[in-house]
């Protein structure tokens, strides 16, 4: 059996590196495309390299553009690719222009598609990605949610006889690398000087956050008031978007960082008091940790980490400052993404339904 997966941007490689591994062990034939959404070293090569996943197969090249060019010039690309490989499977991961482009291009050639992390909403039809989900769910054959919560969202839809609950691939990778950097120091504190537990760790690059002068600026100050250190992983959307608006990053509490390569980012995460952030995998990547969060959006796709009270939605401005200061909320133990084997999950499900 031959599996495709397609991969683009940062939060697309941390969950191939689990699945590349769980088809060598299950001794099927894995290709990797790359469509270069994510072309800058430290958010895409790196990734290959601290997660030990194989080289892409194809690179697409695609960069960067407009929701409608990024997502026509994949497309475009993805057509010869399927018609060279030919797949039995074509995998898709989350939410990005990467993700609907290899989708359509698989269901208009009648490639079988499965959609990993199906069935997570944020009902905020604001957010590119939400289309995004939604339209490849759609599309898609076959439906790998990682949670209850998730399939109740397709079965809702319609969709409940395509889905299959596979658990959470990025618990999966979360859990590897947390125990191999467990022993090691965290770079904010080895390069900024700071004492674990004594910073926070944040970062902000989505559009509802970055695309407005004012918001941004209201996002930036508020970080600046927390009552402790903050330190922002500067993502490149965030650099852009900053010297567009001419705003400086760095003010009162908030200190900058360059991009952390992958385990990076998680010893920074467990060594920190708190972290503060627009991402969506991050957000469940430090509830896996047990590190508060604070989230700057309205919505969640990871809702079980507002149930469980890990996780909290504000806006800037005192929400933010307030929950950034926080105290640590009680411990638990459950365990609503998984076990940390869902990629061997994934990967059996799709040898099962490929027979049938």
């Known amino acids: 059996m031959k ?25 099927v034939e894995h290709i990797i495309v790359h469509t270069g959404q994510h072309y800058d070293p430290m958010l895409s090569d790196v990734f290959f390299q601290d997660l030990q996943i194989p080289a892409p197969d194809e690179h697409l090249g695609v960069g960067s553009g407009s929701h409608g060019h990024q997502t026509g010039a994949m497309l475009a690309a993805m057509d010869d690719v399927l018609i060279k490989h030919q797949p039995d499977w074509v995998l898709v991961y989350g939410d990005t222009n990467s993700t609907l482009a290899a989708a359509l291009s698989a269901v208009k050639l009648h490639f079988p598609v499965a959609h990993l992390e199906a069935g997570l909403r944020s009902f905020n039809r604001d957010m590119p990605e939400e289309h995004n989900r939604v339209l490849t769910d759609h599309c898609a054959d076959l439906l790998l949610s990682p949670t209850e919560v998730g399939a109740t969202h397709l079965a809702n839809e319609g969709l409940k006889d395509r889905t299959v609950i596979v658990g959470d691939v990025m618990t999966d990778v979360l859990f590897t690398t947390r125990d191999a950097v467990k022993d090691k120091p ?14 926070s760790l944040a970062t ?21 008031k927390v009552d402790h250190p903050v330190v922002i992983v500067a993502h490149p959307r965030l650099v852009a978007k900053a010297q567009e608006h001419g705003l400086e990053i760095e003010r009162g509490n908030l200190h900058t960082h360059a991009p952390l390569a992958y385990p990076d980012l998680v010893a920074a995460a467990m060594h920190a008091r708190g972290v503060i952030t627009d991402s969506g ?23 079980e980490t507002v149930q469980l009270g890990w996780n909290v939605l504000v806006n800037p401005g005192e929400e933010l400052v307030e929950a950034a200061g926080r105290p640590r909320p009680q411990d638990t133990q459950e365990a609503p993404y998984g076990d940390g084997h869902a990629a061997d999950k994934v990967v059996r499900v799709l040898i099962e339904h490929a027979r049938d």
């Not at 590196?17 to 299950?26: D, K, S, V």
């Not at 080895?190 to 004492?195: C, T, Y």
């Not at 902000?204 to 600046?224: C, F, M, W, Y």
């Open 281 to 303: 995998g991050l957000q469940k990547e430090a509830f896996l940790l047990r590190v508060p969060t604070t989230t700057v959006r309205t919505e969640t796709e990871w809702v």
């Open 204 to 224: 902000i690059h989505r559009p509802a956050n970055t695309d407005s002068k004012e918001q941004l600026e209201a996002v930036l100050d508020s970080l600046g």
């Open 3 to 27: 599996i495709l997966s397609v991969v683009g941007a940062r939060p697309q490689f941390v969950k191939l590196a689990p699945i590349a591994h769980a088809c060598e062990r299950a001794g």
């Open 186 to 199: 965290s770079p904010i504190t080895e390069e900024l000087g700071f004492k674990a537990g004594e910073y």
